[in-house]
């Protein structure tokens, strides 16, 4: 089966500029999240779905961040405008939601915002 | 709220030492546990996970128990090898309110030299 996949892979952007990423999960798997590491910190999570639902968004960091997921498909975090502590790797990950399913990670997107 | 505790990083070994990157938790309820591990250059990928007291996890060599009284994790190989080296991440997941809620640590950066 085809994994999680994240784009891009990289991106460098100037501060006051927009950014989207994009995540596609394993194909059936109705749970998605959204991860942020920054410098080397603990890997924070974002927000989850279920399907096209918000199910918890308690750690976005501000409403410069706009998550979306299109038909319980692929999802879209954007970030506007860009600051420079938005800097990190975003991680997307997918799971069948069950309490001891494991998550299933993308390769992330290092964000650089200079 | 939940949380994870690692050992601080990094950790340098040499080829064939015996590994021990110390995992504790705080969790409301009865969690999973999971050791995830980012090799360079690419995303998180589980490593092990054990569901209940007393399980044992074990893959490629490592192993964890879950030790409820102590509330760790500990992850452990007994023969490291260079290619071994990548960053470690001590993860618990918690069933609540129906869906699946993922806390992870600082991570802990593993360089094995030959």
């Known amino acids: 089966e085809a994994g999680v996949t994240q784009f891009p892979s990289h991106s460098v952007i100037e501060k006051g500029q927009t950014v989207t990423l994009r995540c596609d999960p394993i194909?059936?798997?109705?749970?998605l999240y959204w991860y942020r590491r920054v410098m080397g910190k603990e890997i924070k999570f974002l927000l989850h779905?279920?399907?096209?639902?918000?199910?918890?968004e308690s750690g976005m960091p501000n409403n410069r961040f706009l998550a979306e997921r299109t038909g319980g498909t692929y999802s879209t975090l954007k970030v506007q405008p860009a600051e420079l502590e938005d800097s990190g790797v975003y991680f997307c990950?997918?799971?069948?939601?069950?309490?001891?399913?494991?998550?299933?990670f993308g390769n992330g997107t290092r964000l650089t915002v200079t | 709220g939940d949380s994870v505790t690692q050992m601080e990083g990094p950790v340098t070994l040499s080829e064939e030492a015996f590994l021990t990157i110390n995992c504790t938790y705080t969790?409301?309820?009865?969690?999973?546990l999971f050791w995830y591990v980012q090799y360079p250059g690419e995303g998180l990928q589980l490593l092990l996970k054990?569901?209940?007291?007393?399980d044992k996890g074990s893959n490629k060599g490592f192993e964890a128990t879950y030790r409820k009284e102590t509330t760790s994790f500990h992850l452990e190989k007994g023969s490291v090898q260079v290619s071994d080296s990548a960053v470690y991440f001590c993860?618990?997941?918690?069933?609540?309110?129906?869906?699946?809620?993922?806390?992870f640590g600082t991570g802990t950066k593993l360089q094995v030299i030959p």
């Open positions: 990950a997918s799971s069948q939601g069950l309490e001891t399913s494991p998550l299933h």
């Open positions: 194909s059936g798997h109705d749970n």
């Open positions: 779905f279920v399907k096209e639902s918000k199910q918890d």
């Open positions: 969790a409301t309820g009865y969690p999973s």
């Open positions: 054990a569901t209940k007291a007393d």
């Open positions: 993860a618990l997941s918690v069933y609540s309110g129906g869906y699946q809620k993922v806390t």
